[in-house]
């Protein structure tokens, strides 16, 4: 498959904004091979400019500190709860993308428990500012129903969405047929809809 973005996002800077707490780092990885991968991930879909990856985690979550996420060139961010958590990125995803970028293009990548979570604040970002959406959450999450899950499928960049485990390990996004299998999987399990 060709990378879809030969576009004038394949060299912009690409800030990732990783909820550590509910995308932890998988067993057998640590931060620098994550950051690692994740950065392979991305260049596989033609994503060549620089990375940036904040992590973002509980404040209890590393209780001998953030020393092997700084030794990774990352700067781990503690947060408190799930809704702390969540403002605190969209206010920094906000601030990186209106106060630092500007008019520039940009890619951002949420990885959060359940990103339709951030919604709200994709579709301000994207009214806002040039910005190509890449997300990734784990693979048991929580799936939304096809209905509820449009406005976020929308706004995702061609083959730009993961499951965390996936990325973490440097591998492909999910496929067309993966996603169909998803939503089909929801509808058979719980009759409930979301919405
Ligand atoms: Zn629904």
Same mark, same amino acid.
Request: glycine share 8%; charged share 30%; aromatic share 10%.
């Given at each position: 498959?060709?990378?879809?973005?030969?576009s004038?996002?394949?060299?912009?800077?690409?800030?990732?904004?990783?909820?550590?707490?509910?995308?932890?780092?998988?067993?057998?990885?640590?931060?620098?091979?994550?950051?690692?991968?994740?950065?392979s991930?991305?260049?596989?879909?033609?994503?060549?400019?620089?990375?940036?990856?904040?992590?973002?985690?509980?404040?209890?979550?590393?209780?001998?500190?953030?020393?092997?996420?700084?030794?990774?060139?990352?700067?781990?961010?503690?947060a408190?709860?799930?809704?702390?958590?969540?403002?605190?990125?969209?206010? $920094?995803?906000?601030?990186?993308?209106?106060?630092?970028?500007?008019?520039?293009?940009?890619?951002?990548?949420?990885?959060?428990?359940?990103?339709?979570?951030?919604?709200?604040a994709?579709?301000?970002?994207?009214?806002?500012?040039?910005?190509n959406?890449?997300?990734?959450?784990?693979?048991?999450?929580?799936?939304?129903?096809?209905?509820?899950?449009?406005?976020?499928?929308?706004?995702?960049? $061609?083959?730009?969405?993961?499951?965390?485990?996936?990325?973490?390990?440097?591998?492909?996004?999910?496929?067309?047929?993966?996603?169909?299998?998803?939503?089909?999987?929801?509808?058979?399990?719980?009759?409930?809809?979301?919405?």
């Amino acid at each position: 498959m060709s990378p879809p973005t030969s576009s004038k996002y394949s060299e912009a800077k690409i800030g990732v904004f990783w909820d550590v707490k509910e995308c932890p780092i998988p067993t057998g990885l640590d931060p620098s091979s994550v950051y690692q991968n994740i950065k392979s991930a991305l260049a596989k879909k033609g994503y060549h400019g620089e990375v940036t990856i904040t992590p973002y985690c509980d404040r209890n979550q590393f209780p001998d500190g953030p020393d092997d996420f700084e030794s990774a060139g990352m700067k781990l961010v503690p947060a408190g709860d799930g809704t702390e958590r969540y403002r605190t990125m969209s206010h $920094e995803i906000c601030f990186w993308l209106c106060l630092d970028r500007g008019d520039e293009y940009t890619n951002l990548m949420v990885i959060s428990g359940d990103n339709m979570d951030f919604l709200d604040a994709l579709e301000l970002f994207k009214r806002k500012s040039p910005v190509n959406v890449l997300l990734a959450q784990p693979e048991k999450a929580w799936r939304w129903c096809p209905k509820c899950r449009k406005p976020l499928e929308d706004l995702v960049a $061609e083959s730009g969405e993961w499951f965390w485990e996936s990325l973490a390990a440097g591998g492909d996004s999910i496929t067309e047929t993966q996603r169909e299998e998803l939503l089909g999987n929801k509808k058979e399990e719980d009759d409930t809809d979301c919405c």
